[in-house]
């Protein structure tokens, strides 16, 4: 009972339980996207869905093998639509395993293949889009590759982010 008054406040309220309530209603739910090097493709759906469903949705992006940068062509496919990933970092999916992570988005082969369960995680999907930094051929053939990509990624986490809005608001 001592215990129990001395977590009350003055106006009659547990201020522990208060605490834990509002850190449960800012929390958003965790989605990661996972691909091989998270230097391109992870990183594009990352930005995208940020960009729609940031405000509702917690967004984050590793690899099974990062690559350790951010590919500048990735970062310019992006920023060619107005978003802005210059300062995202390539990071192992390890970093997260302890994460409560609600969805994970594998968006290579590779990367489905290995993907762990993470602890608590709900759901599990796979969008699969090729590769645009083994793209081969000119420079605008490579510039094309990342921009049709990023167009396909862009229509799939678009899709996504407003239906999980919907849901959640």
């Not at 990352?46 to 500048?72: F, K, Q, T």
């Not at 996504?160 to 959640?168: D, E, Q």
């Amino acid at each position: 009972l001592e215990r129990f008054e001395r977590l009350r406040n003055g106006n009659g309220t547990n201020r522990t339980a208060d605490l834990r309530l509002d850190m449960q209603k800012e929390e958003k739910p965790i989605v990661l996207i996972l691909c091989t090097g998270n230097s391109c493709r992870s990183h594009m759906a990352e930005g995208i869905l940020r960009s729609i469903a940031g405000d509702l949705l917690d967004v984050r992006s590793a690899g099974s093998n990062p690559a350790g940068y951010v590919h500048p062509l990735a970062i310019r496919a992006l920023d060619e639509i107005g978003i802005d990933i210059s300062s995202h970092t390539s990071k192992h999916l390890d970093e997260f395993i302890e994460c409560d992570i609600e969805t994970v988005i594998t968006v290579c082969d590779n990367a489905d293949n290995v993907c762990p369960t993470f602890p608590r995680q709900g759901k599990k999907y796979h969008w699969p889009f090729p590769d645009p930094a083994k793209a081969e051929g000119s420079e605008e053939e490579v510039w094309s590759a990342f921009k049709r990509v990023r167009d396909d990624i862009y229509r799939a986490f678009k899709d996504y982010g407003l239906k999980r809005k919907k849901i959640l608001k």
